[in-house]
């Protein structure tokens, strides 16, 4: 348990000590990640032995909205391997493109002495929509506006894959993954590459679970860092969750947002909101933002069913 705390607050600190430069991204990224790491990492499907599932939406001042709808469970073939399945879907609508992302992650399960580790993939599909001028809100400065034309206006649909390795154990997760590879750019007029949709991003998570001595509280530390068109972006998180219940916690976002967030948890129904609060130290992030997320879990029973045994009467 002390050793995953360490690793925890020393990755966390790594990540946050590197994240110098914020760049948008074209995959929204959750603050309450933490709920759904299969849609980052496809190792992480089916990694609880429940049914999930989890809707979530984002939405900043402006235009920019975010939303996502996810499944996941294992299975266990012949009562010795497990496979984690599920499926997909987020959209992204900003003043500048629209993408919707549907993917199907599998993953293969093998166990360790005390903690399992898989392996997945998400094959799936891409749908962008680079907007026109006249669609694109005042806000958004000239620079900004990367369509030569005011007709000018970019769609494409797309396959590509992603993929992950997920490392899960009773107070400590982590992973890491790709996505969008195999995706293409849209170019303007002239031909020249002008916005990349959907670009390959590689995403690393950790977490962990430290419950507090001669108390009802747990403390759950985690991270998320990603790296898209050689940027970095990420948010490093902190919860205090009162009986497995209740919970209240804080992200940074380097350069973007402070997080605030609270939620419940009871019978198998979580549901979470958090506000992000924009640093007003940089101009480009002024615009405050909403997310909500709720989900359900079934508790599934995965251990191998011993087949009953039938004697003959005339031995017994």
């Known amino acids: 348990m002390r050793f995953s705390l360490r690793l925890t607050v020393l990755l966390s600190g790594l990540m946050l000590s590197n994240l110098w430069h914020i760049a948008a991204q074209r995959d929204a990224l959750m603050s309450?990640?933490?709920y759904a790491p299969v849609n980052y990492n496809a190792g992480a499907a089916g990694y609880t032995d429940a049914f999930n599932i989890t809707a979530a939406g984002q939405i900043h001042a402006g235009s920019d909205k975010y939303a996502l709808l996810n499944a996941d469970m294992p299975f266990s073939i012949g009562g010795t391997h497990r496979i984690g399945a599920g499926i997909m879907a987020d959209y992204t609508n900003t003043a500048i493109f629209r993408n919707l992302k549907i993917s199907l992650p599998l993953a293969w399960k093998f166990t360790l002495e005390s903690s399992e580790i898989s392996v997945g993939i998400a094959p799936g599909v891409t749908n962008s929509t680079l907007k026109t001028e006249q669609a694109i809100t005042e806000d958004i400065t000239q620079e900004s506006v990367i369509s030569n034309s005011p007709t000018d206006k970019h769609h494409k649909t797309r396959f590509n894959i992603g993929g992950g390795v997920w490392?899960?154990?009773k107070s400590f997760r982590t992973g890491l993954s790709f996505t969008h590879s195999g995706s293409q750019k849209l170019k303007n007029?002239?031909?020249?590459?002008?916005y990349i949709a959907g670009v390959t991003a590689y995403y690393f998570i950790a977490a962990g679970n430290?419950?507090?001595k001669s108390s009802l509280l747990d403390?759950?530390?985690s991270v998320i860092a990603v790296l898209s068109s050689g940027k970095l972006n990420g948010q490093a998180t902190a919860r205090a969750i009162w009986k497995r219940c209740l919970w209240f916690g804080a992200g940074y976002r380097l350069h973007e947002n402070t997080v605030f967030m609270a939620g419940i948890e009871i019978k198998g129904f979580r549901a979470g909101y958090s506000f992000l609060m924009p640093h007003t130290s940089n101009s480009h992030s002024l615009r405050a933002g909403h997310e909500v997320t709720a989900g359900y879990s079934i508790a599934l029973d995965l251990t191998p069913k011993n087949k009953p045994r039938h004697k003959s009467v005339r031995l017994m």
């Open 189 to 194: 007029k002239t031909d020249t590459p002008s």
């Open 210 to 212: 430290i419950p507090v």
């Open 219 to 221: 403390i759950e530390p």
């Open 32 to 34: 309450q990640y933490f």
């Open 167 to 169: 490392y899960n154990s």
